[in-house]
């Protein structure tokens, strides 16, 4: 009698296993199974960022104290200029690329600083193809068609053939800063390029931002080759475009510690695309 209850008792014991493991065990429709690259995405802010603001930018605050292993922190796709507007900046895939008014392309160090910069993590919402030929004015508008609403943050990680592009660069400035982004702006260095392919990287900032940032559409460039970059000002592609885009519904930024910001005199206003 007492062999009989202890193997009724392995009997219940393995009958509760079995139940118990079926449960555990749900077909892999019904399980959600976390990744490491859930992991990374979840654990990185879906922020808008930027540092510094437009009107100090515009009003010659052209020194910064944001370093580039800060800003890698804040997005992998960004833009902006460098200190003492020493280069543009094209960030792409988390890589600074520093592109100077000589048309000399590096990769930003750690320890180098930024004057102005606008930078996510690129979370793609959606994609949408324009269909050739286009140049960069066509481009924005169809941008503005395609926007859920012109009420929110856009940024943009474009691949992109182009038959021509217009690039603009910055020229470096020492102080004490004479003039403003509305002289310096009119002579800065200028490349062209032709049958040329690589990535767009940029934002739209709505108009109610005012001064914050500057309104509408804002796109630098960089070329696959990394021999190409600066702020987009002209292009034409008889290729179609396929446009990823990411909306972003949350904003931040950081304002620069230093004498040149505190004492800055607020007082120009422009505006460019």
Not at 97 to 118: A, H
Not at 218 to 233: A, E, L, Q, Y
Request: one cysteine or more; glycine letters at 8%; charged letters at 25%.
């Amino acid at each position: 009698m007492k062999n009989r209850i202890v193997l009724f008792g392995l009997l219940v014991s393995l009958l509760l296993g079995c139940v118990e493991k079926s449960k555990n065990n749900k077909p892999v429709e019904e399980q959600k199974v976390t990744t490491a690259s859930d992991l990374e995405s979840t654990s990185k802010p879906d922020v808008f960022y930027q540092y510094s603001i437009w009107f100090a930018f515009v009003n010659k605050v052209f020194d910064g104290d944001l370093k580039v292993s800060e800003l890698k922190t804040k997005g992998d796709i960004g833009l902006g200029s460098f200190d003492y507007l020493d280069g543009e900046l094209v960030m792409l895939d988390g890589v600074p690329y520093r592109i100077r008014e000589n048309g000399e392309i590096t990769v930003g160090q750690d320890e180098d600083e930024i004057v102005y910069s606008d930078a996510t993590f690129f979370k793609e919402d959606g994609v949408f193809k324009i269909s050739g030929p286009m140049d960069y004015t066509s481009f924005q508008k169809r941008l503005n068609t395609e926007m859920e609403s012109e009420h929110y943050f856009y940024a943009y990680r474009v691949p992109i053939k182009l038959d021509y592009i217009k690039l603009g660069g910055v020229p470096k400035v020492e102080k004490p800063f004479t003039d403003g982004l509305d002289l310096l702006l009119p002579i800065r260095p200028v490349f062209e390029a032709e049958n040329i392919s690589g990535t767009l990287v940029g934002f739209y900032c709505p108009e109610y931002v005012g001064n914050i940032n500057a309104f509408g559409h804002h796109f630098h460039f960089i070329s696959d080759d990394r021999k190409w970059g600066g702020h987009v000002m002209d292009f034409k592609t008889s290729h179609d475009i396929n446009v990823p885009w990411d909306q972003k519904t949350s904003y931040a930024f950081d304002l620069p510690k230093n004498e040149t910001f505190e004492n800055v005199k607020l007082d120009s206003e422009f505006q460019y695309n």
